[in-house]
């Protein structure tokens, strides 16, 4: 079924690290933006079935409440929304109050994710985070009590500076508040990223890669002892609450992007919306396209595509099913350059299925590289 | 064409001293291009050699110019290419020339290249007319860069024209120099014919073009000539002169520069030097001074795509048709596969046929560490050639090895000399002079083995002298060293594109820097990668390169998955670049890093 991805541009202050498209938070823009949003979804109705809205950003949480009720109503008169919808919000720990907790329950959303990114205050400082770890902790208690049951965090390893004890701590510190779900990135500081002259600055260095390395396996181990399941490289969830939205990037599914800068993704043809706030809303209100970047996928490209996001699932990839959806049998075209992936253990091949073992997720670049 | 009215003259110069800048205004003053025709430089025709400021190959543009006397005269300007490489060349089209201007670039004063070229133009019999351009420019010290002329060129500055070529002084008083101080040919018009081959080129439509200075008789069209280094004879199409756009002319007199096309295929039938003579009344003995030129620096070029080998043929044989001291046969690597064994006259024309290969035939290439000609005297007494460290014989059959040494002259300023005569002293050099020709110019000649030039001399000497050093070098023999073959193994396995072949003295050294520059160049991989260095069968420096733990990407950006793919097509492409051996991907970097590694570490 189709997705449905809301982006919200705006942020209460700029973290160093991010490269996603944002910028501060305005009233009078953010008036201007909502409406907009409106416009652009109601103009996109087909009314097809719809079973997930995520609110992403940015900082979605920087929104009223009934704005994000106005928005979700346009999604419900514009699509056919199933009767049980995930209904995701970014949230930031700081926008985050039991009374807005409500209001956000009350306008539709029944599944919040934090950006927490650490449970411990220096590091949170480092990335230019405004959050503190109590607040965070205070922020899942303000949402438990407004009735969400279904909360994601996320973490984020491998920060300068940071060791694998201090790393450990922030793992201890999710278990401890007990979310349905977690996703947990390895740090990448883009060449731009204001991180990186903070680091030459302070001196902070990032760890070796192997540290890197152990990180990663260290805290899955743990999440696996503590109840949760990885389902995806980055995302573990206790069981049935993996993110039904996000799946879709993994299963070769469908989605529509509204907003500055969102993707979609139909049939063949991914495109992204224009980026600028400012000229996304001059060209809604005007009824000019929207779309750049826009590509159609050869079948063969499809295939490609299928293939490496499926890999990033831990289930991994029916080979017999996706190449038989594009007509190509995956192992023969495939094969003699993912057998080494095997021999080595990187690579798991379970009758059709294949999947990743854990060091083969952690490289799972060089292996997702032989479908390009 | 009465040869009292011709004047043929070059223009010797280093890069950037404005040469070209210079025949612009000729062409313009002698109105032989309008100047809404002038695209800037035309002289450097082909893109390279605008890009990189030097000119590859010798033209000869004719100008016909009224002078102050009321006489037009004709005036053939003589191109010669400025860089080492192409020495020979230079004395070709000097050997074409009665006269040359001497340009010196009035702040930065005279350079080595200048320097041997005005010496060459000296040995030459040619009168020279020192030029002091770009006297415009702010640091201008045009007293300094004549004293320069006397001093270090030994020329009698006293009549030196100071000029600006970019704003067209001097170039009047340039011209009537030409016409009054440099001499007419000398040449009988009734003897045989005698014309030098100074410059050849191919081109597609017409074969091979000529370009040649008749010494004694006429050449004309229809006439049937024999290029005497080989004997072969053939029937002149037509002949012209550049002016600078080409015009089919009658004949070329004596005295006279222009161009012949003779139906040759290629241009080792027509190399530069060789004398064109008439077959039905020759000549009794050649123009002197040909010789066929050697290669000095061979290299491996290899495709990066092995399937791409027919294709460098191709573009191999078509620059050859193009450049006959350039020289190619196909070698085998175990580590690159099908590639070919290719020799230069020296660095830069290496770097040169290596750019063409890639930019006008879209070649991706791996290049192996240039390396020089050896001779190698074996047990059973016969003498062998090696230009490549692959076919240097097992230890035990090797009597003696000689390596080709060089003289190289290096003119800099006084501050810098401490920090060459270290650095050649590193190369294995030895001192012959140094003499502080002026004030802060001091030329240093050291006789230097031509091996640790070909290594990264030339680089460091920019770097330590920043920038001010220049170098100028020619072969002078060969002397006995003790050499050894060092290998690099990877995972076990000789690269035998790694191999270099070193002093004794310096091989540990460079043994290890070798192995861990190549451990820094190896980027992880999904296994752990030994890097060893040998002589022989002695393991003399180890490095590994751990496996690679982490290459993934965490995020998926708001449902942005062409930017994934973006990235692993960017990895893809970055892989494609490397060579596989055995299993190790390495990098090209790596093939060339045998250079950047020296002994100083």
């Known amino acids: 079924m189709l997705g449905l991805y809301i982006h919200i541009p705006f942020c209460a202050s700029i973290c160093n690290y991010c490269n996603f498209n944002r910028g501060l938070f305005e009233a009078g823009l953010k008036d201007r933006y909502v409406a907009a949003l409106e416009r652009e979804i109601r103009a996109a109705a087909t009314g097809e079935a719809v079973d997930s809205l995520f609110f992403g950003g940015g900082t979605p949480s920087l929104l009223e409440p009934g704005e994000i009720g106005r928005i ?126 903070d680091m030459a600055r302070a001196g902070w260095s990032l760890a070796p890669e192997d540290d890197a390395a152990e990180m990663y396996s260290w805290s899955l181990d743990r999440l696996d002892r503590a109840g949760y399941e990885q389902y995806e490289i980055s995302n573990v969830a206790r069981p049935q609450r993996e993110s039904r939205h996000n799946l879709k990037y993994w299963t070769d599914g469908e989605w529509l992007g509204f907003g500055s800068g969102a993707h ?109 | ?167 067209g002084t001097g170039v009047h008083e340039i011209l009537e120099a030409i016409v009054h101080r440099l001499p007419a040919p000398v040449g ?53 002169v550049f002016s600078p756009k080409p015009v089919v002319a009658t004949e070329l007199g004596v005295g006279e520069v222009g161009f012949v096309f003779a139906g040759i295929k290629t241009v080792s039938d027509a190399q530069i030097g060789d004398t064109i003579t008439e077959a039905a009344r020759p000549a009794a003995e050649a123009f002197p001074g040909f010789k066929v030129s050697k290669p000095m620096v061979f290299a491996g070029l290899y495709p990066v795509e092995g399937s791409e080998y027919p294709e460098l043929r191709d573009a191999l044989e078509k620059l050859r048709l193009n450049d006959a001291s350039f020289f190619f046969e196909p070698e085998t690597s175990a580590a690159l596969g099908f590639g070919f064994r290719c020799g230069f006259l020296g660095l830069l024309h290496m770097e040169i046929v290596q750019e063409r290969l890639e930019r006008e035939f879209g070649m991706d290439l791996v290049t192996t560490a240039p390396g020089v000609l050896y001779r190698v005297t074996k047990t059973d007494g016969t003498v062998e050639e090696i230009d490549s460290p692959s076919k240097l014989p097992d230890t035990g059959r090797i009597a003696t090895i000689e390596e080709p040494v060089i003289t190289a002259m290096m003119l800099t300023p006084a501050e810098h000399v401490g920090a060459i005569l270290k650095l050649c002293q590193e190369k294995r050099g030895v001192q012959k002079s140094i003499e502080y020709l002026a004030a802060d110019r001091v030329l240093v000649t050291y006789e230097l083995p031509f091996n640790e030039v070909v290594m990264d001399f030339y680089d460091r000497l920019k770097t330590l002298s920043r920038g001010y050093a220049s170098l100028d070098y020619h072969v002078t023999g060969y002397q006995d060293a003790p050499l050894v073959k060092l290998d690099i193994l990877v995972n076990e396995e000789p690269v035998d594109a790694l191999s270099v072949i070193v002093h004794r003295d310096t091989a540990y050294q460079r043994g290890r820097a070798l192995a861990s520059k190549m451990r820094e160049l190896i980027p992880r991989q999904m296994f752990e990668v030994a890097i060893q260095a040998a002589i022989g069968s002695r393991i003399i420096a180890r490095e590994s390169v751990k496996a690679l733990r982490k290459n993934v990407l965490a995020k998926c950006y708001g449902g942005d998955i062409s930017r994934k793919r973006k990235l692993l097509e960017k990895q893809k492409e970055g892989k494609k670049r490397m060579k596989r051996v055995g299993r190790v991907e390495i990098p090209q970097e790596a093939f060339l890093a045998v250079l950047k590694v020296g002994t100083e570490t």
């Not at chain 1, 826009?294 to 289930?315: H, K, M, N, Q």
């Not at chain 1, 190509?328 to 095997?342: K, M, T």
């Not at chain 2, 040995?123 to 007293?143: C, F, H, M, R, S």
């Not at chain 2, 014919?193 to 050849?200: E, M, R, T």
């Open chain 1, 72 to 197: 979700v109503a346009a999604c419900r008169d514009s699509f056919a929304v199933s009767s049980h919808p995930e209904i995701t919000l970014e949230t930031n720990p700081e926008t985050s109050s039991s009374k807005r907790m409500e209001g956000f329950a009350a306008a539709g959303v029944n599944r919040v994710s934090f950006g927490v990114q650490s449970f411990r205050d220096s590091e949170l400082l480092r990335l230019g985070r405004i959050h503190s770890a109590d607040r965070a902790r205070q922020a899942v208690a303000e949402s438990r009590g407004a009735g969400f049951d279904n909360i994601s965090l996320d973490l984020m390893m491998w920060l300068p500076g940071q060791s694998r004890d201090d790393w450990r701590e922030s793992v201890e510190g999710l278990i401890d508040v007990a979310p349905e779900h977690a996703s947990l990135y390895l740090l990448e500081i883009y060449p731009n990223a204001p991180l990186k002259e």
């Open chain 1, 264 to 372: 979609s993704t139909r049939g063949p043809a991914r495109w992204k919306n224009i980026a600028g706030t400012e000229e996304y809303i001059a060209r809604v209100s005007c009824g000019a396209p929207l779309a750049v970047e826009r590509r159609d996928r050869t079948p063969i490209e499809r295939l490609e595509e299928a293939l490496f996001t499926g890999l990033r699932l831990a289930s991994g990839i029916d080979a017999g099913r996706v190449g038989a959806r594009y007509g190509v049998d995956v192992w023969d075209r495939y094969g003699p350059e993912l057998q080494p992936f095997v021999d080595e253990g990187f690579l798991l091949r379970e009758g059709a299925r294949l999947r990743l073992s854990r060091p083969g997720m952690l490289v799972a670049n060089e292996i997702m590289r032989v479908f390009v």
């Open chain 2, 1 to 167: 064409m009465d040869q009292r009215f011709i004047r043929n003259f070059a223009v010797i110069a280093h890069i950037d001293h404005g040469k070209s800048t210079l025949a612009d205004r000729f062409l313009e003053m002698t109105g032989a291009l309008q100047p809404r025709e002038m695209e800037a430089q035309v002289l450097d025709s082909m893109d390279l050699e605008r890009e990189r400021g030097i000119t590859i190959k010798a033209h000869a543009v004719r100008l016909t110019y009224r002078a102050d006397d009321g006489r037009e005269y004709v005036l053939n300007l003589i191109d010669t290419p400025g860089h080492v490489d192409f020495s020979y060349e230079v004395t070709r089209s000097l050997a074409a020339c009665e006269g040359a201007l001497l340009l010196v670039d009035a702040s930065q004063g005279v350079e080595a290249q200048t320097l041997a070229n005005a010496y060459l133009a000296v040995d030459n019999g040619l009168e020279i007319i020192p030029v002091v351009n770009k006297i415009d420019l702010p640091g201008a010290q045009p007293d300094e860069a004549k004293r320069q002329i006397e001093e270090i060129v030994g020329l009698d500055a006293a009549g030196a024209i100071l000029a600006s070529a970019k704003e």
């Open chain 2, 188 to 240: 009988d018009p009734a003897a045989p014919l005698k014309a030098l081959i100074f410059d050849s080129w191919y081109d597609a439509y017409r074969g091979v073009i000529i370009l040649t200075r008749v010494i004694d008789g006429a050449i004309r069209a229809g006439m049937k000539v024999r290029l005497m280094a080989k004997g072969q004879e053939y029937e002149v199409d037509q002949v012209g």
